[in-house]
């Protein structure tokens, strides 16, 4: 018998195939976020013991049931908030052995001492929007995070930002323990002190 | 008996299409891999916030999910329209957290388990007092590192 050439497969249809596959996973992908503000809770202590403060350390910020914010009792737009908590936290007040060399404030003596002194108090309200907490959180950071570019920049001459990202990424080429070392200096002069009280029931306010 | 002869007859040469599966192929392959299929179905309305000052969660095998937020449209007449928690595929009480993190501990090699991070994920109208009693049940378990999941973007995206 004679050989039969196996006839050739018609391909023409394999674009249609293709884009069928393909508008499929258009639809179907989600880009997932998985970003976000990261917080460590308070444990739960028994031996609850209440630790004396001065009262000009903490700044306490509010946000009552309409989402307005109330810092140290007195209105204020969310927008200043920011530097609100960037001058309570680079006040510098302290004389002494609390005097805060690197500080840049107004040394006012009725704010805070140093900034490992100084305590952000958030409370809030059972029926504060999560938006609006999520807006306080990230202009918190926010502070914390400028005054710890700003001594960045000052020590080290990079950004605290890159040497974060650094850190984080694994491919990057570079001394990383040196990296951590100085990441451990800027955060220990600008500790992230954010104490959340459970919310607690406001009627009026 | 000239070589250089003149092509006859004009009309533009059509586009050769023989390339297109190759290309389709590609960015075939492209959406295959970055597809992650979603582990749960959303019950509830997930819309979240925006900030700026985000960080990374780069471990994804050391997350559990909680969502929180109102019922979406199909379960609103069985459930209401009051922010609810989401856990795995069902709803949920504040009460069951303490035993969906336990069992998500036990999912897990022991030596990651005090790495594990809770991921929050809620609806950006849901009132605080709901994730206060979910931070108060992660509180009790001692599950203490926490993600507020937002999306990266100004704050003031939050209020329009």
């Given at each position: ?101 690197y500080c ?97 029931k406001r009627?009026?306010? | ?154 704050i003031q995206?939050?209020?329009?």
């Amino acid at each position: 018998m004679a050989k039969r050439s196996a006839p050739e497969v018609n391909a023409g249809s394999m674009a249609d195939i293709a884009f069928l596959l393909l508008i499929f996973f258009l639809v179907t992908t989600t880009i997932e976020t998985d970003s976000g503000i990261s917080r460590k809770l308070p444990p739960i202590d028994e031996t609850e013991q209440d630790i004396v403060m001065k009262q000009k350390n903490i700044l306490t910020v509010l946000i009552n049931k309409d989402d307005q914010l109330l810092v140290k009792d007195d209105l204020m737009e969310l927008k200043d908030l920011r530097q609100a908590a960037i001058d309570f936290l680079d006040n510098g007040g302290g004389v002494g052995e609390e005097a805060c060399d690197y500080c840049r404030g107004a040394g006012d003596p009725t704010s805070s001492d140093n900034p490992e002194k100084a305590v952000i108090s958030l409370q809030n309200d059972r029926s504060t929007s999560y938006k609006m907490y999520i807006a306080v959180q990230n202009e918190l950071v926010a502070a914390y995070n400028e005054l710890r570019e700003r001594e960045a920049q000052r020590l080290f001459g990079k950004s605290y930002y890159t040497m974060e990202k650094n850190f984080a990424d694994a491919n990057w080429r570079g001394n990383k323990e040196k990296l951590k070392e100085e990441l451990d200096i800027i955060k220990n002069m600008f500790p992230q002190k954010l104490s959340e009280a459970e919310p607690k029931k406001r009627g009026s306010l | 008996m000239s070589k250089f002869k003149k092509k006859s007859g004009g009309g533009t040469p059509g586009i050769s299409t023989a390339s297109l599966p190759d290309i389709v192929f590609m960015l075939l392959f492209f959406f295959m891999v970055v597809t992650v299929m979603r582990e749960n179905t959303l019950m509830v309305e997930n819309k979240l916030p925006t900030a700026n000052q985000v960080e990374k969660l780069d471990k994804k095998t050391l997350v559990m999910y909680i969502y929180a937020g109102k019922p979406s449209p199909p379960y609103q007449a069985k459930f209401g329209t009051e922010a609810r928690i989401q856990l795995n595929d069902k709803f949920a009480d504040v009460k069951d957290i303490q035993a969906f993190i336990q069992n998500e501990r036990d999912s897990r090699r022991e030596e990651e388990v005090p790495f594990l991070t809770t991921a929050l994920k809620v609806d950006s109208e849901t009132n605080m007092g709901l994730i206060s009693d979910i931070k108060q049940e992660l509180r009790e378990v001692n599950a203490l590192k926490i993600n507020y999941t937002t999306r990266e973007g100004d704050i003031q995206l939050n209020f329009q």
